[in-house]
Nanobody
């Protein structure tokens, strides 16, 4: 199983970015997928989660209404659309997968496979 995150970059406050997580070695609909982020000096935190099959999406309070997670099973890719970005969103963003249905989606230890991370910097 491999996950590869991409799409990070430098963006001004109020701007948008779309992150992609290309997955291989698994059937996307069989896996729970989450996005996490880690800012310098801070713990890794859950950003969003989509259940296997894509029927359920959950978000951290800090990003709800601004970020949207989606899946394209034909491309075996998961996306995180980030709008109205704020300097506090600056972090390395990771995608992660779990074959088993997770209970507490925001806990990193519940995911078995991780992408390498992509850096998002929100600054003027």
């Amino acid at each position: 199983v491999q996950l590869q995150a991409s799409g990070g970059g430098l963006v001004q406050p109020g701007g948008s970015l779309r992150l992609s997580c290309a997955v291989s070695g698994l059937t996307l609909n069989d896996y729970d997928i989450a996005w996490f982020r880690q800012a310098p000096g801070k713990e890794r935190e859950g950003v969003s989660y989509t259940s296997s099959g894509g029927g359920r999406a959950l978000y951290a309070d800090s990003v709800a209404g601004r970020f949207t997670a989606s899946r394209d099973t034909a491309k075996n890719t998961v996306y995180l659309q980030m709008n109205s970005l704020e300097p506090e969103d600056t972090a390395v963003y990771y995608c992660a997968s779990s074959r088993a249905r997770v209970v507490l989606w925001y806990l990193p230890r519940q995911y078995t496979n991780w992408g390498q991370g992509t850096l998002v910097t929100v600054s003027s």
